[in-house]
């Protein structure tokens, strides 16, 4: 019996990548994969579970937080960022409000018509965009309180969507100039770079 082949698959090549552009890289990579989980369910209703789409909208999630990390990341450097996806969105939005940046939000609630005050009561109720896709119950060991579901066929559809609006707000962020930006990261560090970027995480 031949033994498999190996198929090493070193990070040197995205090591040669500015800072930004790996961010850019991972988001992709989570989206491919979110694209790829979410059209096998929509295939097959044996392999069709709502753990499996909840993996989906996860994938999903992070690709658009390493997406929007990266977008800040190319016009900000040095910015400490928040890790929540609306923060991250808001950020994106001021630092490129023009439409032809635009991504929509997929996920995240609409508080119109709500005062101030109801606004945090809403909150303090809502699960964490960032764990409810990924466990069962919440810190405390309490079941969500949430009724869940998800359709793989209809989010197939908006993933495509997603990565055209990827493609085309890259493309534009990328033709916009910037300084100290083309330096890879592995030689930022003779200037504290690759130091602050650990600080953040």
């Not at 979410?38 to 989906?56: M, Q």
């Not at 992070?62 to 808001?90: C, N, V």
């Not at 962020?173 to 560090?189: F, G, H, Q």
């Amino acid at each position: 019996m031949t033994p498999p082949r190996w198929n090493l698959l070193p990070s040197a090549k995205l090591s040669q990548l500015t800072l930004h552009e790996q961010y850019f890289a991972f988001s992709g990579a989570y989206l491919d994969s979110a694209e790829k989980l979410c059209r096998i369910l929509a295939r097959s209703t044996k392999t069709a579970t709502f753990e499996r789409g909840a993996v989906v909208l996860y994938l999903t999630q992070h690709a658009l937080e390493l997406f929007y990390k990266g977008a800040i990341l190319r016009k900000a450097p040095t910015e400490k960022y928040s890790h929540g996806l609306d923060q991250l969105q808001r950020r994106y939005k001021i630092l490129y409000p023009a439409k032809r940046f635009s991504i929509r939000k997929l996920f995240g609630a609409s508080y119109e018509g709500l005062t101030e005050e109801q606004i945090a009561q809403v909150q303090g109720l809502e699960p964490p965009i960032d764990q409810l896709y990924r466990y069962p119950e919440d810190k405390q060991g309490k079941p969500w309180n949430a009724l869940l579901a998800f359709e793989a066929a209809s989010f197939t559809r908006e993933l495509a969507v997603l990565r055209e609006e990827f493609i085309n707000a890259r493309r534009q962020i990328e033709a916009i100039p910037s300084i100290n930006t083309d330096t890879p990261l592995k030689s930022r560090r003779s200037c504290g770079y690759a130091r602050r970027y650990t600080a953040r995480k």
